[in-house]
């Protein structure tokens, strides 16, 4: 089915690296989403964030700081105007943050900080576009983002299967123990929201080289970005509540 079915698609943490990419491939597709919500803490210094906008008329950049509680309400009622009665589609939490530590060098701050943003917000975010969700999700029958849909952006080094056959901390405590917190939050919501119709995932986007996943990752934004989209044009009610890679393959939990 092709990503124009979408018809309203609002990422978070879209200044740069994945957040950036996703913004790109939904306006560059064929068809395109009728509105693509890119939002990020300071707008004004997301310059290639900017320059889309120069040359894409379904863009709109939305300031949303996910750990403000009144940033969420404004951005929610910003949305509302924006995609009127036919409600949001599809909702990607993308925005996150890590932070190295190993168990010697991990405070309580470092795990509080990650937890906050990569756990709590997306929660939090998640819970304050329902009604935009719900709205879209009545107007179709089938499960997917052309629906209603949220996509919980994790991480691989969530797994905790995948964690005890190679048991390496990878020195980043906080970061997979967020993660693996969001995963239970995607399993929550799926739960919960199935009887609404909107479809919940958690996704693993790859190790790409972004300022994030670092020079070592062995994945470029190009190559991934168009693999995340076409996994999310696929969607269906079989993947609610999954946990899936870049390639749409099933991570074990």
Same mark, same amino acid.
């Given at each position: 089915?092709?990503?124009?079915?979408?018809?309203?698609?609002?990422?978070?943490?879209?200044?740069?690296?994945?957040?950036?990419?996703?913004?790109?491939?939904?306006?560059?597709?064929?068809?395109?989403?009728?509105?693509?919500?890119?939002?990020?803490?300071?707008?004004?210094?997301?310059?290639?964030?900017?320059?889309?906008?120069?040359?894409?008329?379904?863009?709109?950049?939305?300031?949303?700081?996910?750990?403000?509680?009144?940033?969420?309400?404004?951005?929610?009622?910003?949305?509302?105007? &924006?995609?009127?009665?036919?409600?949001?589609? +599809?909702?990607?939490?993308?925005? *996150? !943050?890590? /932070?190295? %530590?190993?168990?010697?060098?991990?405070?309580?701050?470092?795990?509080?900080?990650?937890?906050?943003?990569?756990?709590?917000?997306?929660?939090?975010?998640?819970?304050?576009? &329902?009604?935009?969700?719900?709205?879209?999700? +009545?107007?179709?029958?089938?499960? *997917? !983002?052309? /629906?209603? %849909?949220?996509?919980?952006?994790?991480?691989?080094?969530?797994?905790?299967?995948?964690?005890?056959?190679?048991?390496?901390?990878?020195?980043?405590?906080?970061?997979?123990?967020?993660?693996?917190?969001?995963?239970?939050?995607?399993?929550?919501?799926?739960?919960?929201?199935?009887?609404?119709?909107?479809?919940?995932?958690?996704?693993?986007?790859?190790?790409?080289?972004?300022?994030?996943?670092?020079?070592?990752?062995?994945?470029?934004?190009?190559?991934?970005?168009?693999?995340?989209?076409?996994?999310?044009?696929?969607?269906?009610?079989?993947?609610?509540?999954?946990?899936?890679?870049?390639?749409?393959?099933?991570?074990?939990?």
């Amino acid at each position: 089915m092709a990503l124009g079915t979408c018809r309203t698609v609002l990422i978070t943490g879209c200044s740069r690296g994945i957040g950036l990419g996703l913004v790109q491939e939904f306006l560059t597709r064929s068809p395109t989403p009728d509105l693509v919500i890119a939002t990020c803490r300071h707008p004004d210094q997301a310059q290639e964030l900017q320059q889309l906008k120069e040359h894409h008329q379904h863009l709109r950049i939305l300031q949303l700081d996910i750990l403000c509680e009144d940033s969420i309400k404004k951005v929610v009622q910003e949305v509302e105007v &924006l995609v009127g009665e036919q409600g949001l589609n +599809c909702l990607i939490n993308n925005a *996150g !943050i890590n /932070r190295l %530590a190993t168990l010697e060098s991990v405070t309580a701050k470092d795990m509080l900080t990650i937890y906050e943003t990569n756990t709590v917000a997306q929660l939090m975010v998640s819970k304050a576009f &329902l009604p935009l969700l719900r709205k879209a999700a +009545c107007q179709d029958a089938v499960m *997917g !983002i052309h /629906r209603a %849909a949220i996509i919980n952006v994790s991480s691989q080094t969530a797994s905790m299967q995948l964690f005890f056959q190679n048991k390496k901390s990878q020195e980043v405590y906080p970061y997979r123990i967020s993660k693996t917190a969001l995963n239970m939050i995607t399993c929550c919501l799926a739960a919960d929201l199935i009887s609404d119709g909107i479809l919940c995932i958690s996704l693993h986007p790859g190790w790409i080289k972004t300022d994030m996943g670092g020079s070592k990752a062995p994945l470029q934004l190009k190559e991934a970005i168009p693999a995340i989209l076409n996994v999310l044009a696929n969607l269906r009610e079989k993947d609610h509540g999954a946990f899936l890679d870049w390639k749409g393959e099933v991570i074990p939990w």
